[in-house]
């Protein structure tokens, strides 16, 4: 609070990016948040946004109408004001600039945030996600594989969970040798088991061998990952880098592993990218499509010049491989990267998901996310810039991840439990540090943190608002009948991702969307069943028999469903009418306004769209700036629904 | 010359096909006077390949003959025929010279330019009969049921004879002050005697589109008087009305030089220009095949694949042509103006942008009837040279002449409206896919011949069946159905950011296995929909409260129980 020095401008303007539309309204600096409230009020929107959501701010040169501030936010927002007053300018940017780096992490939004949950609620959404249960369900511990020790202390690991599992013929002093052979002592255990085949995904760091060392621990480590294997002679081990990588690696004293030391390995190299490639990947692609009338040409030029659907398809056809090997082969897998906590985990998380339908679910995925990614140490601090960032640190692995499950739901409409806004609202809180899930960068450090005992998980959040995230064409009969999902890896499959790059640029999304429509049709019918539930237990209270039922014709007219207004963030359905807590708000504060307006009819999904917003070029002469005809008026709708 | 004598080879047997997602199979091949039949005549349920000759694009044959060997024994030949719905066929025919005589019989037979000789004319399914009405509707029927036309325009008939403009129907809607004399004199003044008529009057404020061609004020700065009084009784007395060039102005400026040019300022006063840049004939026909090449080479990289999209520019077509059209709606709609759109020859781009305009604006083109009524009154009417257009597709070898996938291109247009207010259009992508198939090769006349002229000479009324009108048959139309249709008076304005505008994959990508899953993934949707319109009602407009209709009824049953109580 003490770096707060002016919590309220007045008369501040806010632009949009793409037009030269402006709102003008109030800013308000609170501990947690940067709030702006239109001031028409009609139909005043609002804008919440954590400090943790905001990557920069910066302050431009003084114009003539005052001191812009730009902002942009790690979930892709943009935001530009402009701050009538050049001192209050200043001071809400140093405030920023103190807010938005926390230097503990006492001070992340987390440790404050209370949804009005006690204790044992609490802890009951810590439970939610069990992986010892996850081990038993994909059928381990089993007569090939066991969990061992070794790690409870944290004493041959640091960045691995205590509990790991690794071949029964694996003993303590192979595993401790072999992690010493191994970058930061991540040697190589189980990540996911291949039940029907007995075929083990595994994972670990890069060997340390240098130009000729080699470790008969780490030797033996992998041997017995083949032994506990019987389908298959050999074992593959991916080694997720472009050889080029592996090789200058060799240099300093690391690499990969020689298959003359090792028996029966099948070595090959995948080609993803290192961290920073892909930061600067992201950049450009951000660049180009935050660009103000942007042209097809340069956007279809900027989009290949940025390389990002090129990662994104790398990352997948290193998990097709990997799938393919485990399904088809019945063979072991081991992946590694350099450390094994980015490309190892894209990989592993993205290959599991490909081969079991599981992780297709809504609660599949979490427990996905969790065993691969959070248990297994990708630095989520650091590569998300939770604390005291470090520049080169930070790059977008999570989001390609995500990216990459987006892509196979837009191969496979059918197959995926969840629908985007699942995904979109997981990235959006894995850089929120509103929850704890996704803070520190390893097991040991929550468990430093406290983070169970001080902080809520997001795991229960995002389940008792499931129905805002499901796919209603979801069909399990299909993940049945096609258990291993084989994606095709044809160029035209990788499409732009708008509703996450462009997720707040409101003017790009289409004004009505299939999804959402099924879904309140759905939702709706629901509730109307419920209702008829409801009644007919009061009526048999009073003794009254309900059936049968005389058949009445004509239907009644009944007002419609309550349409969601835009594809992004939408309101989705009932639930949104609750009352929202503030977590609600920072996110979908714009939406929850709107609810109030909904009711009045369909009509208001199409207002959505008006010609300034799209930029068909604006009208020359004075002709432009005329009273507008009634229909405008309707379209206020929409300027309280774009930011 | 007789049909028939192309054949040379009418029959081959024991010949394989080979499709994209279906095994290879055997069967008898055969060829006739408009269609390449393929039977696989195995068994009882023996299944049929039809396709129209005129659908065929291109032919390329490969012969093998196995050297060594007597003549036809161990010679085969592989034809591989790819069609203008850009579905790629191969067809391996034993023996070389059937092989060879096949293909020629395809070669001359698919391209002929006879229209009495084409297919249309021959077709006569038993539940379609000859008499009747052709089309859905005429310019004077229009002009019947559009009330708020009556006050200031009329139905003018001085093209009745196709003197003043032969690519004009014999009836057109111009303002009503204007008569027929003026009308002649500003035909000499405009390419093609295309002068200024109605195409649009939009049902919230009266203004109009209209559509005209270019002015032929040539070098020297000509004008018409005919000309301004015409559009001077458009905007009738109101301050100012656009006039959007498709042109960019230096090019309007370069028409000049070969007689054309534009309408000037001092001339024009109370019309404001703007010049937009569109891309025509040729260039948007090898975009199409630039395109569809780049969709049927699978081995690209991301990168590659990228690059050649945009080289295609297809998508850079689709944006201008959104984008222009949500200019004309924009003046229409939110600043309340008359508009004239025309670029050159006022029957492609035109055409292109103010029917998209009308479908943005006007709710009632977004039904099935009223969409085709929109592209029967827009394009068939309005003269779009369909015939030479679309004489060629994106495969063809042949040399281009006048080809041009305008059509295409505001089909794929409507696709991306679609995509944006997937509620908003009666009419689902099939029916577009349809027409993309119909306007290349079609059992039914209506897309054949360049303009109502041509159509009457050849007696097409007469002798074929309309499209248009068999796809509103009660059984037919179903399939064409939106299931989520719901009816809004407002504009839809779609977004023209790039990010929101996408490849057509249901059309470039038909043949691939990506729509497979897509059409599973339709079809689910479809029968969620379906599954709560159950008891929908004769009524449209009762479609969706019906939804829940059944649960309803209980429900106030229910109700009715409770208040005896």
Redesign the interface.
């Not at chain 1, 044809?490 to 732009?496: C, G, M, N, P, S």
């Not at chain 2, 690209?300 to 690059?307: E, I």
């Not at chain 2, 649960?551 to 109700?559: A, C, W």
């Given at each position: 609070m003490e770096h707060i020095r002016t919590p309220k401008v007045e008369q501040v303007k806010l632009l949009d990016r793409?037009s030269n539309k402006s709102v003008t309204g109030t800013l308000h600096l609170t501990a947690t948040h940067l709030i702006f409230v239109e001031s028409n009020s009609t139909s005043a929107q609002e804008i919440w946004i954590l400090h943790h959501h905001i990557a920069s701010v910066e302050k431009l040169s003084l114009t003539t109408s005052g001191c812009p501030l730009l902002i942009q936010c790690r979930n892709f927002r943009l935001v530009h004001f402009v701050i009538p007053r050049e001192r209050d300018c200043h001071d809400i940017y140093s405030s920023l600039l103190r807010l938005l780096r926390p230097v503990s992490y006492d001070e992340l939004y987390a440790f404050s945030y209370n949804p009005k949950q006690n204790d044992q609620e609490r802890e009951e959404g810590w439970q939610l996600i069990d992986l010892a249960a996850e081990f038993e369900r994909m059928g381990v511990p089993c007569d090939q594989w066991q969990l061992t020790d070794v790690n409870r202390e944290y004493k041959v690991c640091k960045t691995y969970p205590r509990d790991l599992y690794v071949p029964i013929t694996a003993s303590k002093p192979i595993i401790v040798g072999s992690s010493k052979f191994r970058s930061k002592g991540r040697f190589p255990v189980l990540t996911y088991f291949y039940q029907e085949k007995k075929a083990a995904v595994c994972r670990c760091s890069q060997p340390l061998s240098g130009f000729s060392a080699r470790c008969l621990e780490d030797e033996h480590m992998l041997q017995a990952i083949s032994k506990a294997n019987h389908n298959s002679r050999y074992i593959y081990v991916m080694d997720t880098r472009p050889k080029l990588n592996a090789l200058a690696n060799r240099a300093a004293g690391k690499g990969y592993e020689n298959e003359d030391n090792y028996s029966n390995i099948r070595f090959q190299f995948v080609g993803i990218e290192n961290i920073h490639v892909m930061r600067g990947s992201l950049q450009k692609l951000l660049e180009v499509?935050g660009t103000r009338s942007?042209?097809?040409?340069?956007?279809?030029?900027g989009?290949?010049n940025s390389?990002w659907?090129?990662h994104?398809?790398a990352i997948m056809d290193a998990a097709i491989f990997l799938a393919k090997a485990v399904t088809v082969e019945g063979a072991s897998v081991l992946v590694h990267c350099s450390d094994g906590w980015d490309r190892t985990a894209q990989v592993c998380a993205l290959g599991s998901l490909l081969m079991d339908p599981y992780y297709r679910t809504i609660k599949g995925f979490m427990v996905l996310i969790e065993k691969d990614w959070i248990s297994f140490g990708h630095k989520f601090a650091d590569r998300c810039d939770q604390l005291d960032p470090d520049p080169k640190e930070v790059s977008p692995i999570f989001t390609q991840f995500l990216e990459c499950v987006w892509q196979l739901t837009e191969?496979?409409?059918?197959a995926f439990e969840f629908s985007e806004w699942f995904l979109i609202q997981i990235h959006e809180h894995v850089h929120s540090c509103q929850f704890g899930n996704f803070l520190g960068n390893s097991q040991r450090q929550r468990e430093d943190l406290q983070l169970k005992e001080r902080t809520y998980s997001l795991w229960a959040h995002l389940l008792s608002e499931k129905q805002n995230y499901l796919n209603?064409?979801f069909?399990p009969s299909v993940a049945e009948s096609h258990p291993v999902l084989e994606p095709?890896t044809?160029?035209?499959?990788?499409?732009?991702w708008?509703n996450m790059y462009?997720q707040y640029?409101r003017?790009?999304?289409?004004?009505?969307?299939?999804l959402k429509?099924?879904l309140t049709?759905?939702e709706?019918?629901r509730e109307?069943?419920g209702?008829?539930q409801a009644?007919?237990t009061?009526?048999q209270k009073?003794g009254?028999s309900?059936s049968p039922?005389?058949?009445?014709?004509?239907?009644?007219?009944?007002s419609?469903?309550p349409r969601p207004q835009s594809l992004i963030l939408g309101a989705p359905l009932l639930s949104r009418k609750e009352v929202q807590q503030e977590e609600d708000k920072e996110v979908f504060g714009e939406e929850a306004r709107e609810d109030a307006p909904a009711s009045t009819g369909?009509?208001r999904?199409?207002?959505g769209?008006?010609?300034t917003?799209?930029?068909?070029?604006e009208?020359?002469?004075s002709?432009?700036s005329?009273n507008?005809?009634g229909?405008?008026t309707?379209e206020f709708g929409v300027a309280r629904m774009t930011c | 010359m007789e049909l028939s004598e192309h054949i040379k080879t009418a029959n081959v047997e024991d010949v394989t096909l080979r499709r994209p997602f279906h095994p290879a199979l055997r069967g008898t091949l055969c060829v006739t006077s408009h269609h390449l039949l393929f039977s696989d005549r195995k068994d009882e349920a023996s299944w049929q390949l039809l396709i129209l000759l005129k659908n065929i694009d291109a032919i390329e044959k490969s012969v093998e003959n196995l050297f060594g060997y007597p003549r036809a024994v161990g010679s085969s030949g592989t034809i591989t025929i790819k069609c203008k719905d850009l579905l790629v066929l191969q067809l391996e025919i034993p023996g070389m010279e059937e092989c060879l005589n096949i293909a020629s019989s395809i070669e001359a037979l698919s391209s002929l330019e006879s229209v009495t000789e084409m297919y249309p004319f021959f077709y006569r399914p038993s539940h379609l009969t000859l008499n009747g009405p052709w089309g859905l509707s005429s310019t004077e029927q229009y002009y019947k049921q559009t009330e708020r036309l009556w006050d200031r325009w009329r139905v003018s008939t001085v093209n009745s004879d196709y003197s003043v403009c032969p690519s004009y129907p014999s009836a057109v809607i111009v303002p009503r002050e204007v008569d027929d004399d003026k009308l002649i004199h500003s035909a000499r003044f405009r390419q093609g005697g295309r002068f200024p008529v109605l195409s649009y009057c939009h049902h919230?404020?009266g203004m109009v589109i209209m559509r005209s061609s270019q002015p032929l004020t040539g070098a020297n700065k000509k004008r018409c008087k005919e000309d301004e009084l015409l559009l001077q009784a458009v905007i009738d007395g109101s301050?100012?009305g656009?006039i959007i060039d498709l042109r960019s102005a230096q090019q309007a400026q370069q028409a000049r030089m070969t007689g054309g040019g534009f309408e000037s300022k001092s001339f024009y006063s109370h019309w404001?220009r703007?010049h937009?840049h569109h891309e025509r004939g040729k260039v948007v026909q090898e975009s199409l095949i630039k395109l569809v090449e780049a969709?049927s080479d699978?081995s690209?990289?991301?990168?590659?694949?990228?690059?050649k999209?945009?080289n295609s520019?297809w998508?850079?077509h689709?944006?201008s042509a959104l984008?222009?059209a949500?200019?004309v709606?924009?003046?229409v709609?939110?600043?309340?103006?008359s508009v004239l759109v025309h670029g050159s020859e006022g029957t492609d781009n035109t055409l292109l942008v103010s029917s998209l305009a009308q479908l943005i604006l006007d709710p009632a083109s977004r039904t099935v009837t009223g969409f085709l009524c929109l592209l029967e009154r827009e394009w068939i009417q309005a003269g779009h040279p369909f015939q030479q257009r679309c004489a060629h597709s994106a495969y063809s070898h042949a040399r281009l002449k006048q080809e041009c996938p305008i059509f295409l291109l505001l089909l794929d247009c409507v696709w991306q409206v679609w995509?944006?207010?997937?509620?908003?259009l009666e009419f689902s992508e099939a029916l577009l896919l349809r027409l993309a198939q119909e306007v290349y090769a079609s059992n039914y006349g209506t897309f054949l011949c360049n303009s109502e002229q041509e159509r009457c000479a050849a007696g097409v009324k007469e002798n074929t069946h309309c499209l248009f009108q068999s796809l509103l048959r009660p059984d037919i139309e179903e399939q064409y159905l939106n299931p989520?249709y719901?009816p809004?008076?407002?504009?839809?304005?779609?977004?023209?950011?790039?990010?929101?505008?996408?490849?057509w994959?249901g059309l470039f990508?038909r043949w691939?296995?990506?729509a497979q899953?897509?059409e599973?993934?339709r079809e689910?949707?479809w029968s969620?929909?379906k599954e709560?319109h159950e008891?929908a009602?004769p009524d449209r407009t009762?479609n969706?409260?019906?939804?829940?209709?059944d649960?309803?009824?209980?429900?106030?049953?229910?109700?009715d129980?409770?208040t005896i109580?």
């Open positions: 793409f499509v942007l042209s097809m040409t340069d956007y279809l030029v989009l290949e390389g659907l090129r994104i398809k191969q496979f409409p059918q209603p064409l069909s095709s044809q160029a035209y499959h990788f499409k732009f708008r462009n640029d003017s790009m999304h289409p004004r009505q969307s299939i429509h099924v049709l759905q709706s019918k109307l069943e209702t008829v009644l007919k009061k009526l009073f009254v309900t039922l005389k058949p009445q014709t004509p239907p009644r007219e009944r419609l469903p369909g009509e999904t199409v207002e769209s008006s010609a917003e799209n930029g068909y070029g009208l020359m002469g002709f432009g005329k507008e005809p229909v405008v309707l | 919230r404020n301050e100012l656009y404001k703007i937009r969709c699978p690209h990289s991301v990168d590659r694949w990228l690059s999209l945009e520019k998508l850079s689709v944006h984008s222009t949500g200019l709606v924009e003046c709609e939110r600043d309340g103006h995509r944006q207010f997937p509620l908003a989520l719901e809004t008076d407002l504009a839809i304005w779609p977004s023209v950011h790039p990010q929101s505008l996408q490849l994959t990508l691939t296995e990506y899953n897509m599973e993934a689910e949707v969620i929909v709560h008891q009602g009762n969706t409260l019906s939804t829940h209709c649960t309803l009824t209980s429900f106030e049953n229910l109700m129980e409770l109580l």
